[in-house]
């Protein structure tokens, strides 16, 4: 993962849209890495949360194809699973997409809002809002300990 490193700003994006999914990916700790060696911090936070938005809207869009062969190949989310939030999540619809930034079960969400055909401009505003704030976050946290 530290790897990506080695493409600055490129590597960044990459590892923010990749963790957006279900892979592994710590775009939190590459953002602390390059901020702690001099990157500029406002294009770090456009760049992750661009990324990370960017992977979760893929996450939505899958959902919104319904083909849970792809959903469960390449997210890695069941179908019961899908069901089972689909309950809880009707009810709030887009501002849900909020919640994306949380680990775990965030990358869930936008599947289910894709499914569930939820508002595509309110759905992409609030998980880019939820994403940006999260990286602002983590930005004075790293600041903070450096």
């Given at each position: 993962?530290?790897?990506?490193?080695?493409?600055?700003?490129?590597?960044?994006?990459?590892?923010?849209?990749?963790?957006?999914?279900?892979?592994?990916?710590?775009?939190?700790?590459?953002?602390?890495?390059?901020?702690?060696?001099?990157?500029?911090?406002?294009?770090?936070?456009?760049?992750?949360?661009?990324?990370?938005?960017?992977?979760?809207?893929?996450?939505?869009?899958?959902?919104?194809?319904?083909?849970?062969?792809?959903?469960?190949?390449?997210?890695?989310?069941?179908?019961?699973?899908?069901?089972?939030?689909?309950?809880?999540?009707?009810?709030?619809?887009?501002?849900?997409?909020?919640?994306?930034?949380?680990?775990?079960?965030?990358?869930?969400f936008p599947v289910v809002l894709?499914?569930?055909?939820?508002?595509?401009?309110?759905?992409?505003?609030?998980?880019?809002?939820?994403?940006?704030?999260?990286?602002?976050?983590?930005?004075?946290?790293?600041?903070?300990?450096?």
């Amino acid at each position: 993962m530290f790897e990506l490193y080695n493409y600055g700003y490129l590597g960044l994006f990459i590892a923010s849209f990749l963790a957006a999914t279900i892979l592994p990916f710590s775009s939190e700790a590459l953002l602390s890495l390059m901020l702690y060696n001099g990157y500029n911090s406002t294009y770090c936070i456009i760049i992750a949360t661009v990324g990370n938005s960017l992977g979760s809207f893929l996450n939505y869009f899958l959902g919104r194809l319904g083909r849970w062969d792809l959903i469960e190949k390449y997210l890695k989310i069941k179908q019961s699973k899908i069901e089972n939030f689909k309950l809880r999540v009707k009810r709030y619809f887009s501002i849900t997409a909020f919640f994306t930034w949380l680990p775990f079960i965030g990358d869930v969400f936008p599947v289910v809002l894709g499914v569930l055909k939820a508002n595509i401009q309110k759905t992409f505003f609030f998980i880019t809002l939820g994403k940006l704030l999260r990286y602002i976050v983590w930005f004075y946290i790293t600041i903070n300990l450096i």
